[in-house]
Each structure stands twice: as C-alpha cells, then as structure tokens.
C-alpha cells in the first residue's frame, strides 16, 4: 500500500493511482446494489477513454506511451461511468466517456488544459442529448439485476421492470402529491440499514471512506468536501421547513452525487479554484447552485450543472482570491480596479 | 415586487442575454480577452442598457402608440440608443473624467451592440411596465456583465493552453461558449411564466 | 452638419412611409393568411366545409375551470349561418415547467377535431414529445367525445387512465391530459360555446 | 483582379462568418431551422447589398462628424423595409425570426462594411463586395441550419444553444484546417491578415 507522504505527492501518476484505489470501495458497493451493469459502464468507459486519449495523442503527433501511463485517462472514464445510469446502454456510455476525453479534455491541449471538468462536461452533455436514457434507467436497489439482465441493459433493451428515475426525481415527480410520512414509506426507506435510503447508503459510506483516505493521504484538502457538504447540509435544512414540500437533507445529501462529486469530481485540481480559499467558494458555490437547480431546474441531477458553472466561474475566483506576488501587481484584494 | 425580482432572474440567468437569447455576441467574443476590460465593458453596457429601456419605453408610449407608427419602431429605437450613448459619454465626460478615460472607449461599441436594442425590442413585444421596463434591462445588464466577465477569466486561462492547431482562436471560444450555454442550461425551467 | 443629418433623416422617414403605405394592406392580408393556415392544420375537417368566424369573448360562469381564461376567446367555424364548431385556447398551469398553452378544436357535437400545443418551456426531448413536430401523441385524442370515456379513464395510464404517456415524462402528458379533460367537461355543460345545444 | 480578390475574400479568405466572427448573433440564433437561416440570410443580404450601393453614393455628402449616425440611418430604414416586405410576403417567417428581423441593424457586418470600405469606393466595387460578403454570410447561416436541423434528429443538443455554438466552432476548426492545406499549395503569400477590424467588435486593450 501507498505510505501516507510528508509532503502533497507531485506526480500525476501517484495522485491517479491513489484516486483510483480510493474509489475501490465505492465501485464494490455500487455492484453489489445496483448489478453487474456497474461493471460493463466501467469497463466500456476506461476502454473507450484510454482509446480517445491514444487516438488524439497520436493525431498530434506526441508521445504514446507516457500519456497512456499517468492513469488520467482511466480515470475519467472511471469518473463518468460511476456518474451514469447503472441500465445504460453501451453506446451511451461510450459517447459519454469519448467526448469527455476528446471536447472536454483533448480540445484543450490534453492533461491538466481543461477549464471544465471532464467527466462533468460529459455527463451534461449526454443528459442534454439524450434525456431519456439519463433520466430513467437508474437501477432500484431493491430489483438488483442478475448477470443476464444487466448485459440486457447493457446491449440497449433495459427492463422496465428493473429501471426508474432517481430518487431525487422522484422527490419532483411522484410524491409531490403525498406528506413526508407517506413519502418515508416508500419501499427504499423502510428497507434502508442506516435510516438513509436503500443501497445509497452503503454507497454513500464507501465514497466517505476512499475520501477520507485521500484526504488522509494529502491528495486532497479538506475545503472542498467540507465546503460542499456543509453547504448542502446548511441550505437544504434551511428550506425543509414544512417537509411536505421539500425534499429532505439526507436525500439531497445521499441519493445524489453530492458525497461521490465533494471527494472525487470537484477535487479535480485542473479545473477547480487554486489557493485554498479559492476552493472553499468554488464548493460552497457549488452547494448552493446544486440546491436551486435541484429545487427548480429541468434537469434532475444538478451536481454536472453546478460544476460546469463553478468550473467557468474558477479563473475569476482566482483572480480575486489569488495571493498576489508583492510588487508585481497592485493588490486591491476584492476591487479588481486598477 | 417578486415578479419583477423573478424578471431579473430570468433575464440574467435562466434565458441569459448572451448564451441563450444570442443577444451582445460580438462584444462577448470581441472584449473578453482579459478580465479588466471585461469589467469596464460591463460596467458601461449595464449603464446604457438601463438608460435605453427606460428611453425606448417613453418613445414607445409618448410617441409612437399615440401617433399609431409602431411600424416605425427599429428606427427611432436605434436614434434613442444613438443618444443614450452619446448623452451618456457627454454626461460621464462632466461628471468624472477619470470616469471618462475608463469607460469612453467602451461607450461608441455599445450603438451597435445588438443587445441593447435587443431588450428595448424585447420590451415592447412583451408589453412590458416602466418598472418591468426597467427591471428587465438591468437582468439583461447582469446577465451580460456576469458571463462577460467569467468569460473573460475563461480565456485568460485558455492563452496558456496548448490548444490544438486548427481550433485556436476564435474556434475554441466558441465551443468554450458552447460549452458555458450547456452549464447555463442548468437553470433552464427555472422561472415559470 | 446637422441640417444634413436631419436631412437625412427626413428622407429615411419619407422611404420607410412609401414602403409602409404599399404593404400595409398586404401585411394585413398575410397576417390573415397566417391566422388561418394555422386554423387549418388544427381543424382540418371542419374547414372543409366551415370558414373561420370573427373571434368572440364568451363571458364564463364561475365554476369554470382553471384551464380556461375567463373571458376566453373563443373562434366560432361556420358552415353559412350556421357554427359547426370553434377553436378554443386552454392551458396546463402545472407542466414542468410552467404554463403549456393549447389550443382545441371541437365540433358542434363536441368531438374532438384536434389539440395542438402551441406554446411550453417542457424539457427538450423529454416533455417537448407534446408537440406535434416531436412526436404524434397529442394526436390520440382526435375523434374523442368527453362522454366516450368516464371521468376517471380520462388521466394517463399512470393514474389509472386511458392515454399512454411517453417515456421519461409524467409530469408533462399528465398535465395536458387533465386540463384537456377539465375543458372538456366543462364545454359539455356550456355547449354553445361550439355552436350546439345540449 | 480587384473584383476577384472581392469575392474570394467575402466567400472564403476573410469570410464575415468565419474569419471576422461579424454578425454572431443572428448566425447563431437564427440557424436552428434552414428555412430561418434562408429568411435572414436573404434580409440581411439585400440589406447590405443596398446600404453598400447607397452608402457608396452618397459618400461624398458625409464628413467625419455625421458619417456614423447617418450610416446608421440608411441601414435602420433598409431593415425597417426589408421588414415591412417579410411581412407582406411571408408573415409566418416574419414570426419565427422575431426580434433578429429588425436587429439586422446591429449587424456588425453591415456597418463594418459601409465603414471599411464602401464609404470610400466606387458604386460597382461597393456593391459587389456587399454581394460577395453578404453571400459570405449566407452560405455560413444555412449550412450551419443545414448541419443543426440535420443533427437534431439524433443528438438533441444540436436544436439548442449551445449546440450553435459548438456547430460554428467546429466548422471555424475546418475553415482553419483547410486553410493551412491550401496554404500548401498557394504560391503567393496570404493577404495581409492585419486588416482595420471595425471598432464594433475589435479588441481593445
């Protein structure tokens, strides 16, 4: 195992590989609640993300070898195949993950160019093109597929019977109508082990943990988690005043990608805010615009959005949170005058 | 008092002058290469943008519903901007001259900045209030300044990057824009009217 | 200078005025033109006999439904003197996002002669399947009296109703459905608002 | 020769679309559909043709003080009328472009135009390069409703704003790509790309 470092780890390759092993947990669970579909996005993605890489490095006419090497492409398409519905079909993951890697990351130069997220740039643009299939093939953990479905799913003919929308958009659609209480009796909530939701618990639990670690790894800091979660905890528990209405903390803290997205998306150093401050607005920015969007936004899952907008938002952060070299630059922190 | 709150909404965000309405293209592409002259650009603009709301609604409702040559509108809305930018460059050029040597250079681009008779057209298709009038043009100004701005730091960034040979430029801003209208879309649904 | 200028400006107005005064009565003809051409798509079986009446303000009684503005615009076909049927607007308050706006075709027997969806902000691909450059599914409803089916089978299959929606949407399909059957309703107790008796 | 080098530059060279990215707005907006991006490519075509030719005539009555605002004034009553006759003609097209119909004013490309060249050159030259420039504009507005209407069967993104933008992107990325082939094969050297942008869209320090 890696050894906890003194110092934050340099190279891309250590950082990479200590992302990807803290996701382990995560992808573990994942599979054993939502099916072996977890599986096939994850291999389809990783494919088809180091073959958009090899393909645009070698239009370029660069080096092959080290670019394949530093992990980041696997990465990504790890990112964005845990993003996806667990039913998707294969060609919704490999056009996921493809342009993830070629408009969101290549078109800029390749690693560490991108102002936006990759996996996120992705993610939004395939619920924009093609709504149906990222709204309502989310596996129920309560209807775990088995091997056969799942590779059903997988080659474009998912089973109703196994598919729905999320939980979050269910809070939107379908218990509009019901109290909480009669809300709270739907099947995955009473069949929940932790009070939370079936299966995202668990979920939610394995991305705390690989988060921890990174953070106890130094691969990251702890601004931008806190800041996400805090902000979520903070601005959904102000606006659940009548619980009829609004859906509640834990669901916006758990169904969604909130905890996944606070470690492993908006901690992507590249696109991000840079001094720690910086961070610290960049999540709660994020935080806040997830709410609203979620509240009352078209789009159900609101974390892609928010990043891309923070993401556009990150140079101007900068600009202002920045500490500027003495003597270089006139520093009216905050007035941008000149 | 929430419905005109809820205008400025949707005009900055939810249908935003420049990434959803199309509207102020060329100064965004043109003036956003840096982030201070973004910010000198949209200062002007929400400036003039206001001033031309109010200005094209009192031409509307004072001269040319009453004398019934509403077919005449495209051309006495752009002599009211014409003025709204010159009364504005004599007004700032008195008032503060310091004033004048940041923003006079921004002002003669702002005639033909198609968002400005953009919204004094919006206006009056929606048959919209003073107050609304009013409100709408500063949602429209916030809208603008607000992407103009992150735009800018956008690209300050996107100098840097090694872009590939046949998108540099102007082809990578645009998809970059592309891809900010794709973040914007989030709040697209937001207000119900 | 400025003379010059407002010479200029003289003669701009002068053009634009000779311009305006030789399509005036053009545009107004292609505004009709347009007006109808729309009608028609909407009522096709009815104008083939009907012509387009002048539109009226019919006054609603207070237990009319939300779907309906009060005092609605209603389009009168006539067949000579005698109405064959109307275009009425209604709305959806409660699609996802915000206001659907529709319009109705009915014949004097209330049969639905076509709904159309002419205005929403519904999700691009998702709630947009409504309109009719989308997908066919607002069509369903063509041929239907409100008495054809009981009040309950008028929701979507959802609700236990007897229209599918389509995939990905609730909200949307049911909103339409629920206003459609509301208006419906209540032209069945007001008939002549078509042209019929009761 | 100097008609050729008109046409090569509105058409390819310094295309408004392409190269001098005047007139974004309505390139971007009204390309959802080919029949919009016909409409408007023909209203701002004759607009530009006719404010060239006129602007060229009465180049010698203006001086520096009037010349912005009376420019202006000829292409406002240009767009008013090219609205009226939409009208007349095609009141469900007037519909569809709404308010891009009358902000044919605020092309940049017109004005550009009339400030850059036709304000000093002869009636011929001035009308042809609004020809070649406006067809410039033409060909990039309804092959990009052409590219759109055709994608957004498939890809939905294609129908909605940012896929304009991602469209004209692209197709800026190709006008580039093949410019550096032809360079290739061209034996004399490019024009002289520091060509005197117009201030409405030029990048101020």
């Given amino acids: ?191 929940a082990h932790l009070g939370f939701i079936y299966g995202y618990e668990w979920a939610a639990l394995a991305y705390l943990i690989g988060g921890l670690w990174l953070i106890y790894q130094r691969v990251i800091t702890w601004h931008t988690p806190v800041g996400l979660l805090v902000t979520l905890i903070v601005i959904t528990g102000f606006f659940s005043v009548d619980p009829d209405t609004a859906t509640p903390v834990w669901v916006h803290l758990v169904a969604g990608a909130g905890i996944f997205a606070a470690f492993f998306i908006l901690t992507d150093p590249v696109s991000g805010a840079t001094s720690p401050r910086g961070r610290l607005c960049f999540a709660i920015g994020v935080g806040l615009l997830t709410y609203f969007i979620r509240t009352y936004g078209q789009y159900p899952d609101a974390i892609a959005f928010s990043v891309l907008l923070m993401n556009f938002a990150a140079p101007t952060i900068d600009h202002y949170t920045r500490p500027r070299i003495i003597g270089r630059e006139s520093s009216v922190k905050g007035s941008g005058g000149r | 008092m929430t419905d005109l709150l809820l205008l400025i909404v949707s005009a900055a965000l939810v249908n935003n002058f420049v990434l959803v309405q199309f509207l102020g293209l060329c100064p965004f592409m043109g003036v956003s290469s840096r982030i201070d002259s973004a910010l000198g650009m949209s200062i002007a603009t929400t400036f003039v943008l206001t001033l031309s709301s109010v200005a094209a609604y009192l031409l509307q409702s004072l001269l040319l519903i009453p004398l019934d040559v509403m077919w005449l509108r495209t051309l006495a809305f752009i002599v009211a901007i014409a003025v709204a930018v010159q009364f504005t460059e004599l007004a700032v050029k008195k008032a503060s001259p310091l004033l004048h040597s940041v923003l006079g250079i921004y002002l003669p681009l702002i005639t033909t900045n198609c968002a400005v008779l953009g919204v004094a057209l919006l206006n009056t298709n929606r048959a919209h209030t003073l107050a609304e009038s009013v409100f709408y043009g500063i949602g429209a100004a916030s809208g603008f300044s607000l992407v103009l701005i992150l735009f800018a730091g956008v690209r300050e960034r996107l100098q840097l990057a090694d872009i590939p040979e046949p998108f540099r430029g102007a082809s990578v801003a645009l998809i970059t824009a592309g891809f900010m209208a794709l973040a914007f879309m989030g709040f697209s649904g937001m207000t119900r009217s | 200078m400025t003379l010059r200028l407002a010479l200029f400006g003289l003669i701009a107005g002068v053009f634009v005025s000779v311009i305006y005064v030789i399509t005036e009565p053009m545009i107004i003809e292609s505004k009709e033109e347009a007006r109808t051409k729309r009608l028609y798509s909407l009522a096709e079986p009815l104008l083939n006999d009907g012509r387009i009446g002048n539109p009226v303000n019919e006054v609603l009684t207070s237990n009319a439904p939300v779907s309906l503005i009060n005092p609605l615009p209603v389009t009168p076909i006539n067949d000579g003197e005698l109405q064959i049927g109307a275009v009425i607007p209604f709305r959806a308050l409660d699609g996802y996002s915000g206001t659907i706006k529709l319009l109705l075709a009915l014949d004097r027997e209330r049969r639905i002669v076509g709904v159309r969806a002419i205005d929403h902000k519904e999700t691009p691909g998702l709630g947009d399947k409504i309109d009719t450059r989308k997908t066919d599914w607002i069509l369903q409803f063509n041929g239907l009296r409100y008495v054809d089916l009981s009040p309950t089978e008028w929701a979507v299959a959802k609700d236990g109703g007897q229209f599918d929606s389509f995939t990905g949407a609730t909200i949307t399909p049911r909103a339409v459905v629920n206003a459609l059957a509301k208006t419906l309703a209540y032209v069945e107790t007001h008939p002549e608002i078509v042209g019929g008796e009761k | 020769m100097r008609l050729a080098t008109v046409w090569l530059d509105g058409l390819w060279d310094r295309n408004p679309g392409l190269i001098q990215l005047l007139g974004l707005c309505p390139l971007l907006a009204v390309s959802n559909t080919v029949d919009n991006a016909i409409g408007l490519g023909f209203a701002t075509l004759f607009v530009l043709v006719i404010s060239n030719a006129s602007i060229s005539l009465i180049r010698h009555l203006v001086d520096e003080a009037i010349r912005l605002p009376a420019f202006v004034l000829v292409i406002a009553t240009l767009t008013t009328s090219a609205e009226l006759l939409i009208q007349a003609f095609d009141y469900p097209l007037y519909q569809s472009l709404g308010i891009f119909l009358p902000l044919i004013v605020t092309n940049c490309l017109i004005l550009g135009r009339a400030e850059a060249l ?87 320090p």
């Fill in chain 1, 1 to 191: 195992m890696i050894k906890r470092p003194a110092y934050p780890p340099r190279d891309t390759v250590t950082v990479m590989r200590s992302v990807l092993l803290a996701l382990i947990p995560g992808i573990v669970t994942m599979t054993i609640f939502f099916g072996p579909g977890v599986l096939f996005n994850l291999v389809t993605a990783v494919l088809t993300a180091v073959a958009a890489e090899a393909l645009c490095v070698s239009l370029r006419g660069r080096a092959l070898r080290p670019r394949l090497r530093d992990l980041s492409a696997a990465l990504t398409g790890v990112l964005i195949a845990l993003s996806l519905p667990q039913a998707a079909p294969w060609w919704l993951t490999v056009a996921a993950s493809g342009s993830s890697i070629i408009l969101g990351k290549h078109l800029y130069g390749g690693l560490g160019q991108n102002p936006v997220n990759p996996a996120m740039l992705g993610y939004a643009l395939m619920l924009i093109s093609a709504p149906v299939a990222m709204t309502t093939l989310w596996i129920n953990p309560l209807t775990t597929p088995g091997f056969g479905a799942a590779w059903v799913a997988y080659v474009g003919q998912a089973n109703d019977a196994l598919t729905g929308a999320t939980m979050l958009d269910l809070y939107r659609t379908e218990f509009l109508s019901l109290t909480a209480i009669e809300a709270s009796d739907h099947p995955l909530f009473t069949n």
């Fill in chain 4, 118 to 204: 036709a304000r000093r050159e002869p009636l011929l030259v001035s009308t042809m390069d609004g020809l070649a420039q406006g067809l410039g504009f033409f060909l990039v507005l309804v092959s990009l409703g052409a590219i759109r209407e055709w994608a957004s069967d498939t890809i939905i993104l294609a129908a909605l704003p940012p896929g304009a933008f991602i469209a004209l992107g692209m197709l800026i990325a190709l006008h580039q790509a093949i410019q550096k082939i032809l360079k290739r094969f061209r034996s004399k050297p490019q024009p002289n790309t520091q060509y005197r942008r117009v201030r409405t869209t030029g990048d101020i």
